[in-house]
């Protein structure tokens, strides 16, 4: 093969190994996002729960998965990708056989609290994995695209999920469905080649900076902002179309667009994503969504209901991977798995937040309150963003 002919393959975005990771990403996401729109469901029609525990049982998911990115992503830059990323899905898998076990709201709530700790290993793992895989010159654009498999399993799975539900009222098919999602996926990474590393150990092996990246801190509070928006919509959007706004069949259309915004918001932003414009691309996504927050709450009919879920979905498209590249920017090249994990962390701590505050606020004050909260809070992130982040990112950028 001659030079030239390498070099192009070396250059080639959607090349095997790229394609494995994000099949294996849409059937992890695939297989969350098929029961996440139910659960305050199932726990209010199975065990009787209140508003603000079933935001206590949900939040214990978030809340592990939080505490275990940091060491995840110490861990996927330590040791060996391939191996942590086998491991951490095979785990993430076998848990859903949990649920169908869980006969009681105790069972339940372990098994719900201790998956979150494979779905962080898996999900920083999974990332890191893809820049891998990825040539550095399409590195920004790839990123963008790999967005587009968690997208498509946001757009898919809910829908599937309410349809299996409506159709069956049977929350085991359900799991059974979401075990074998996960399991196809594994099935697909384990497949995956990548070159190993040479770890490099060091005196300062245990640094705080490989557990967290401090050198990107601004862009990480950012996240939280946005995180906890998206926590409360996700979460509690079942309930809140059915007691305020009279909707049991629409949750599934409102999922399938907004995920047709982001993809539509990947697809649109590639080519300003491989020009570098990160903080382009993220205030316009910040100030899109925004609207799409303010207009969900503002106006609760039908048109104002779907319209803000396109909007929250495009800007979320525009927004979430320019900040997962801005914190790759800010990295070394051996802190790409602490990058990954910082940005899955801080949108944790976000959305961990925004489950357990929901939930609080629905109960004490009803859910047009809780969703008024977000699109407050959605407003002070866009101003974090325009008077500390952005010129954060420009003074710490490395562009290696």
């Not at 861990?75 to 076998?94: G, N």
């Not at 893809?130 to 920004?140: C, K, T, Y």
């Not at 599934?252 to 993809?263: A, D, E």
């Amino acid at each position: 093969m001659s030079v030239d002919m390498m070099s192009k393959e070396k250059e080639t975005l959607w090349n095997a190994e790229y394609i494995k990771i994000m099949v294996n990403n849409f059937g992890m996401y695939f297989s969350f996002y098929l029961l996440t729109p139910l659960l305050p469901l199932y726990l209010s029609d199975n065990f009787g729960c209140t508003k603000d525990v079933i935001g206590l049982v949900l939040s214990g998911y978030t809340l592990t998965a939080l505490m275990f990115r940091p060491l995840s992503g110490f861990l996927v830059d330590a040791f060996s990708r391939k191996t942590m990323l086998v491991v951490f899905l095979f785990l993430y898998f076998i848990f859903f056989g949990g649920y169908l076990a869980a006969s009681t709201l105790l069972l339940f709530a372990i098994v719900r609290t201790l998956h979150g700790i494979p779905f962080g290993g898996s999900t920083v793992a999974c990332s890191t994995v893809a820049i891998d895989v990825l040539p550095s010159s399409r590195r920004n654009e790839g990123i963008g695209y790999y967005g587009l498999s968690n997208n498509l399993a946001t757009a898919i799975a809910p829908t599937v999920g309410i349809y299996i539900y409506h159709k069956t009222h049977n929350f085991d098919i359900l799991f059974w469905t979401a075990f074998i999602a996960a399991g196809l996926g594994m099935v697909v990474a384990s497949r995956v080649k990548i070159r190993e590393r040479t770890v490099k150990r060091s005196g300062r092996w245990l640094s705080l900076d490989r557990f967290f990246l401090t050198r990107g801190w601004a862009i990480a509070v950012n996240l939280v902002f946005f995180g906890f928006c998206y926590g409360v919509l996700s979460n509690y959007l079942a309930i809140y179309g059915r007691e305020q706004l009279g909707i049991t069949g629409g949750t599934g259309t409102f999922f399938t667009i907004l995920s047709i915004g982001l993809i539509l918001s990947r697809l649109h932003g590639s080519k300003s994503l491989r020009k570098g414009n990160l903080t382009h691309n993220a205030l316009e996504g910040i100030i899109i969504s925004t609207l799409g927050y303010v207009l969900f709450v503002a106006y609760p009919q039908m048109a104002g209901y779907y319209m803000s879920a396109f909007l929250i979905g495009f800007g979320n498209g525009h927004m979430y991977p320019a900040h997962q590249n801005m914190m790759i920017n800010v990295a070394r090249n051996n802190q790409r798995g602490t990058a990954n994990s910082s940005v899955l962390t801080a949108w944790d701590v976000g959305q961990g937040l925004g489950i357990l505050l929901g939930g609080v606020v629905a109960e004490h004050l009803g859910y047009t309150s809780a969703f008024w909260m977000i699109a407050v809070v959605q407003v002070l992130g866009l101003l974090f963003f325009i008077f500390l982040t952005k010129s954060f990112f420009q003074q710490r950028r490395l562009d290696i």
